[in-house]
């Protein structure tokens, strides 16, 4: 006798197999086991969607194959997980399969039944418990907060200032569900790999190193199938990852911890593009688990929602906004660059202040968004610029290997001679970069001397700098042995690094984002620069002193003024009544259709026609000119890089009110945009993907 599964494997984005395909099975098996299927002439991993209750009809069922194998050892994946993959596949619109075997670590699909009976034998081997350390005592807002927390079902939304002691407040809430409940599960979330180590090494140091697994992209296959098997099969406590870790199997998961849950980070930008912070959130309520975001800087979603409840806030705000130990935030200080020398990337005062530090033996840490040496170069005589030949962009000069690299497309040449259109010898570079502040610095601080004598020490941490495995942590070693006295960055060392004695953070040219076309520049400015202010004075016996430096054009701006005063409130407010009037998310939703082409028209003309089919089929169906007359589908437009590898890309934007209704209306588009595609006129598409939520428009 035969059973009837339907099982899912993965498939292409957007091909004809979206959902679970049928196999027959000599054994019953229950939804959410893993097998291995024949698919064409290849034999790939496979999960058990759903039993069927009879076989299909006709052809299918003549059709349907046996499943080869079970993945023996491996409990099934529970209904609580399937339901998150499922919800995740149809919320961003992409096949169910792709999703659910991305979440799944790469290895499972490789790895042979010898193999991975192999690795469950050792992992049951492993075992042992280390002493774990004493937790700190809790300051009074620490406790107040953990008490609500205890008290309260959530969501949460834990507001702290920068070393106000959220961790402490992470690790105190995973410990008290651990007293209560042995078994339980905790998904701990950071944005960034890079992160992964520090909040690593304290978890391990409180709960023991066989309590805690990480989950990040930078592991290698085999240690991200260990850490999987562990959550999956219950014996880890506590799993530590980034975005991807949303996704791990937990069947006791209790708690979810998504730190500095304001990062971009969070949302994948390819494939199934996934926000992990409103996963936590769907996926705490979908297992009984409580959610727990925190940040000194939260999206205005998150503050949004966790407005009064009288005014219709769903989460718990939590504040915690005094520094541990009576350390104070650093002092902004603002420097109006209209009244320095033209040119000057540095201003006296700020190079003042740089000095006094190296003198005190203390460290500074300069930073600039942008990479690389000069973001172009640039002939005064005929005016050439250094541009991509393949991209609708700048190539980046770098001047230590002397290349020209593309940023988008990665085209890289050595610098040319002398101007390619005209010959003059007499090129420069516009504009700077990271390494050129870096040469910069030098030049302006070569007089200087350390307290014991010894020459100053500048060093620089961006992607450049930090591409071998290893660089970046060996760098940020330095930083903290006190080696360097002055650091020059991108954002990359403004986030989360527990910098001891730094004591004075510049941002010496912030103004690009105050007048971007994004309009979430600003929202991600205030809260990079109040995390790079964080970094200062993180030692209460520095702190007094410390100091946030901001170089701008326009000083008084908003968000400088809130900035000095520390003032997130403020400035969230500012921004929400703006979003308000503009009708702009939070208070109405969004989703980019992005389609690639080898011209632009085309693109733009795929786009406007799926538009236009759309809203004539549904218009006729009953019940949708409600859905419609509240949709706003705006036409098709290039994206800000227009072309990237001689591929021109376009996007179009739909926003909505009602998040419902714009889910309805993606869901029926879907059928739409694949019909559009199909028709001759379309068959130059390279291909078309929809953006739900998306961070940047
Ligand atoms: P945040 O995550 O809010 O930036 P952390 O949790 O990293 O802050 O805490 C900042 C520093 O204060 C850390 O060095 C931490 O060990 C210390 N700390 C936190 N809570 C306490 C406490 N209750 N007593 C003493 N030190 C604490
Ligand atoms: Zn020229
Ligand atoms: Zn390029």
């Given at each position: 006798m035969s059973h009837w599964l339907a099982v899912l494997v993965q498939t292409p984005?957007?091909?004809?197999?979206?959902g679970p395909l049928t196999y027959r099975s000599a054994l019953p098996l229950a939804a959410g086991t893993l097998v291995r299927v024949p698919l064409g002439s290849r034999e790939v991993l496979g999960i058990v969607w759903a039993t069927l209750d009879g076989p299909p009809e006709g052809r299918l069922a003549q059709d349907a194959r046996a499943v080869a194998g079970v993945l023996e050892g491996l409990p099934p994946l529970g209904p609580a997980w399937r339901q998150l993959v499922g919800f995740a596949a149809s919320y961003y619109q992409r096949a169910l399969g792709e999703v659910a075997l991305a979440a799944l670590p790469p290895q499972l699909r490789e790895l042979s039944a010898v193999q991975l009976a192999r690795r469950l034998k050792r992992q049951a081997l492993a075992g042992g418990e280390a002493p774990a350390a004493e937790p700190l005592r809790l300051s009074a807002q620490q406790a107040q907060a953990l008490a609500r927390l205890e008290g309260e079902p959530g969501p949460f939304?834990?507001?702290?200032?920068?070393?106000?002691?959220k961790t402490e407040v992470y690790l105190h809430a995973v410990q008290a569900l651990l007293q209560r409940e042995p078994e339980a599960q905790a998904l701990v979330m950071v944005p960034e790999i890079n992160l992964t180590p520090q909040l690593e090494a304290r978890f391990t140091e409180r709960f023991?190193?066989?309590a805690v697994v990480a989950l990040h992209s930078g592991m290698t296959p085999a240690q991200r199938l260990k850490s999987w098997l562990a959550a999956h099969g219950g014996a880890a406590r506590i799993v530590l990852g980034t975005?991807?870790?949303?996704?791990?199997?937990?069947?006791?998961?209790?708690l979810i911890v998504v730190d500095e849950e304001h990062d971009p980070s969070y949302k994948q930008q390819e494939g199934a593009r996934y926000s992990a912070r409103d996963l936590a959130v769907y996926r705490g309520r979908l297992e009984g688990a409580k959610v727990l975001l925190g940040s000194a800087t939260p999206s205005l979603e998150s503050w949004h929602h966790s407005r009064p409840a009288e005014q219709g806030g769903r989460y718990v705000r939590l504040e915690m906004p005094e520094r541990i130990g009576a350390g104070s935030l650093p002092r902004v200080r603002r420097v109006d660059m209209n009244h320095q020398p033209r040119r000057a990337v540095f201003s006296a005062p700020l190079l003042e202040a740089i000095r006094e530090r190296v003198a005190r033996g203390e460290q500074s840490m300069v930073f600039l968004n942008r990479r690389g040496y000069a973001p172009v170069l640039h002939c005064a005589d005929c005016g050439w610029k250094s541009g991509c030949p393949y991209c609708s962009a700048w190539r980046v000069f770098h001047k230590n290997d002397r290349t020209l690299r593309c940023h988008h497309c990665g085209f890289t040449e050595r610098v040319p001679r002398a101007c390619p259109d005209c010959g003059n010898a007499d090129i420069a570079p516009l504009g700077r970069g990271t390494e050129r502040l870096e040469e910069h610095l030098t030049e302006l601080l070569a007089d200087l001397r350390r307290p014991d004598g010894a020459p100053l020490r500048i060093a620089r941490i961006d992607a450049d700098t930090t591409r071998l495995k290893g660089a970046l942590q060996a760098q940020l070693a330095q930083v903290h042995a006190g080696e360097v006295d002055v650091l020059v960055g991108t954002q990359m060392i403004a986030k989360g690094h527990d910098f001891r004695r730094i004591t004075l953070v510049a941002a010496v040219n912030p103004d690009g984002a105050l007048f971007s076309s994004d309009f979430r520049a600003p929202e991600r400015l205030f809260a990079l620069l109040m995390q790079a202010g964080g970094r200062?004075?993180?030692e209460a016996a520095h702190s007094a002193a410390s100091e946030m430096w901001v170089q701008s054009f326009?000083?008084?701006h908003a968000l400088f003024e809130a900035l000095k005063r520390h003032d997130y409130p403020a400035f969230a407010a500012s921004q929400l009544k703006e979003r308000a009037q503009a009708g702009l998310p939070p208070f109405s939703f969004q989703a980019l259709v992005r389609a690639e082409a080898r011209t632009q028209e085309l693109a733009q003309s795929f786009l406007n026609a799926a538009s236009a089919a759309a809203q004539a089929e549904l218009a006729a169906l009953p019940g949708w000119d409600q859905v419609l007359a509240r949709l706003s589908l705006y036409p098709a437009v290039p994206m800000s890089v227009q072309r990237v590898a001689n591929v021109e890309r376009a996007q179009m934007l739909v926003e909505c009110p009602s998040r419902a209704a714009l889910q309805r209306f993606l869901a029926a588009w879907h059928g739409v945009l694949h019909a559009t595609r199909a028709q001759p006129e379309h068959k130059g598409l390279i291909r078309w993907a929809v953006d739900v939520d998306p961070l940047a428009i």
């Open positions: 984005a957007h091909s004809a197999v979206a939304l834990l507001f702290g200032a920068t070393g106000s002691g023991g190193p066989q975005r991807m870790a949303v996704f791990a199997s937990c069947p006791r998961l209790r200062a004075g993180r326009h000083p008084g």
